[in-house]
Structure formats: structure tokens, C-alpha cells
């Protein structure tokens, strides 16, 4: 076959196909990104990045300007690559269901533009079952293509160091399609660990479900100290100084942003909805903010007052707002106070957001709902709720 290409990302412009192209482009391969969404191909064709990704920015002037990477919104970059990697978004819908078609329905939709001998390598975290469907529309469609899932398992915010040290989960139901897989993430990480596909979804689901699960435990902790007077933060000092077995517990917080819920959801679903533990921490984590705004009645006569919201984005350092929790506090207070004001440094695409000095001297009470370091010590005269310790000053409400 005549190649232009190494590697085609399909999605290759979203959170995290975007890196995974441009890094296995500065690894050497010749690599497309190519996405449904043409004026973020152009953004990325200019240079520049369409979201926060430390180290991104240079990795993408470098491969821009060597020529090994570029991307586009024309399908037929799909029969120019070797290798062919789908990694569109797989969200859960508004009655929290699983859309397990999205990542066949999107090979389907690829389908004509697919070549014989080309890896088919699936990256989304998918509905297990997933790759079995997949497997079947290709034998379908009569062409010889090997079918691999390999999950992203990178942070957002910490991309660029992750791909290249996190060992990689390969799964193929043939020899040759692990074989090609692992070749493929040689060029980024020594480690790679083989299972079969199955194994492979539900390794992806489970991690991301461990985590979930451990944040609301957390949260359910802090809020039984809380109920009793108590600062979480005090405790989980006690607890996790020099004790490695606890030493992981993490603080309290909001647990939200585009994985970790949908996932839990997406295993709840996989399990017929017989998932106590993830159904809890959901109603948890995702009951976070409405606790912390009825702890708040009780201090401050919210009628009266102006609340002020510091970090709407999901997580610290990050503009990232899909499913973050500081809109559902910024929802909650706006029916309960006088007024809410929101800003975030970070974040550029909500024309709500105002300047953070402006949000601190008109605001009665300050909520720190995205644990932005530098929240640890902007000045702030007002009472503060900092469910997240960023100020050292404890959690206590
Ligand atoms: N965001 C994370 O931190 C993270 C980490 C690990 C795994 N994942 C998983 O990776 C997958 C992608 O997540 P994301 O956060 O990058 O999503 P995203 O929405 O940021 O990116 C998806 C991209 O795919 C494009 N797209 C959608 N359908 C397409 C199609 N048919 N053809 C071409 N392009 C298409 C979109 O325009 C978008 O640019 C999800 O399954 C997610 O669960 C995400």
C-alpha cells in the first residue's frame, strides 16, 4: 500500500487525541489529526493549541514546522495512514444511558475511506462490548483490517509527561493485531501490558470508577466530620502522616469534569444498574455542592448576600468546564442568594465570568470551587469556603 502517512487520528483535535497525535509525531511518525470539527482543524493548523495542555503549545510549533503533522477535516486523510486511531468523545446522556453505538457508528461512518491491511485501533474509553461490534462491522464489510483497543489513560493537564511514562494497555483478539498495536506504543512508552479486549474495557472502566469511588468516600468523610464539627483536614493529617496505608486518601472536593462520572455510569449500566457503590458515590460527589450551599445557610443570610465563585473549570490549572461542578454550585446559589459571581482565570469561553478582583470586593462570601494554585494566596478580606484546603486554613463549614 502507498502510505503518506504513519498514523491518522480520528478526533485527533479533541483533549486527548490532539496530544497523542503531536506526540507521536515528535516521535518521528508522519501523523494526521483528523476531526469533524473544521474551524478547530484550523485553529490547530495555525499553531495553536484549542485548550490547556502544558507543553502541548511547543511540542505542536515543532511538529507544524518539521512537517510530521497536520490536521484536517477531509476523510479521505483516513486511507492515507497505516494506522488508523479512534478516539471521538463517548459522553453518557442526560438520563445518564451509555451511547455504546457512538464509536461503531463513527467507523461506520469512516467505513469507505478504511483500506486493506490497516490497523483499526479503538482509543475511547468504549461500553465493553465495544470492540466485539467494531471487530463485526469490519468483517462485515469484507475489508482485512486488524481491530485493536488500546485506552488513553492520561490526566488532562498532564499529557505530554503521561504519554510518554504511563505504561500502555494493548488488547487484540489476534496476534498480529497486538503485535502491531505494541509497535505503534513503543514509539511513546517502553511498558506495555497485553490483555484481551474485554479485560482491556473493563481495566478502563475500573480505573476510572476506583478513583471516582475514592473521591466520594472522601467526600462522605469530610461531610460526617462536618456534620460533627469537625475539620476533615485535621483528621485526614492524622491519618495519612507516615501511614502508608492510608496515605492516599485524597481531600475533599468537587469530583467531576468529562470521565470519572461517566464512566462510573457506564459501568453502572454495563452491570444492569446493580452498582451500589457507584450509584452512592454519584449521589455523593454529584450532592457536593447542594451540601455545601445548605452548610452555608446556616452561617451567612444568603438572601442578603453576594456570593463569589473563584474556579469554574473542573479541575486545578485547567479551562476544562465539561461537567464541572462550580456550574452546579453557581446554579444552586443563584437561586438562593442576592447574586453570584463567577471568574476563573483560566477559562475564555463563558461571557458570565467577570474579573476575579471585581468578583472578590463586591462578594460578601467566597467559594473556592476549582483549586487553582493561585487561589492559595490572592488576598481575600471576605469569608471563605475552601472545601478544597487550597488556603491551608482547614475545611470547616
Ligand atoms: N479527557 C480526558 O482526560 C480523557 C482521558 C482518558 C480517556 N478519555 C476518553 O477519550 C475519548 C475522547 O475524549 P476527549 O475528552 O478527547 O473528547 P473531546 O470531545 O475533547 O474530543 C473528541 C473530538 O472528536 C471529534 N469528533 C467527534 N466525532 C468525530 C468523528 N466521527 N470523526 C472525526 N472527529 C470526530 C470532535 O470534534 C472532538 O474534537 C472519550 O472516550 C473519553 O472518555 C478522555
Known sequence: MELSRNVVVVGG??????????????????????????????LVNSGTMPFDEPGAPEVLGRVLANGNFEASHDPNSISQAETVVVVIGTPVDEHLNPDADAVPRAVAGFQEHLRDGQLLVLRSTVYPGVTRLVERLIDQSGRRIDVAFCPERIAEGKAVEELISLPQIISARTQRGVERAEKLFDVLAAQTIVVTPEEAELAKLFTNTWRYIKFAAANQFYTIANDFGLDFERIRHAITKDYPRAMDMPGAGFAAGPCLFKDTMQLAAFNNN???????????????????????????????????????????ESDDIRSSLAFKLRRILAFKAKAVLCSDPYVTNDDRLIAEAEVLSKSDVIVIAAPHKRYASVPIEKPIIDIWNIRGQGVLI
Open 274 to 316: 446493580n452498582f451500589t457503590l457507584g450509584h452512592a458515590s454519584m449521589m455523593i460527589n454529584e450532592g457536593l455542592p447542594l451540601y455545601v450551599v445548605a452548610k452555608m445557610e446556616n452561617r451567612f443570610d444568603l438572601e442578603a448576600s453576594t456570593i463569589g465563585i473563584l474556579g469554574m473549570a473542573f479541575k486545578g
Open 13 to 42: 483535535c479533541g483533549h486527548v487525541g490532539l496530544p497523542l497525535a503531536i506526540m507521536l509525531a515528535d516521535r518521528g511518525l508522519k501523523v494526521v489529526s483528523y476531526d469533524l470539527n473544521s474551524s478547530v482543524v484550523a
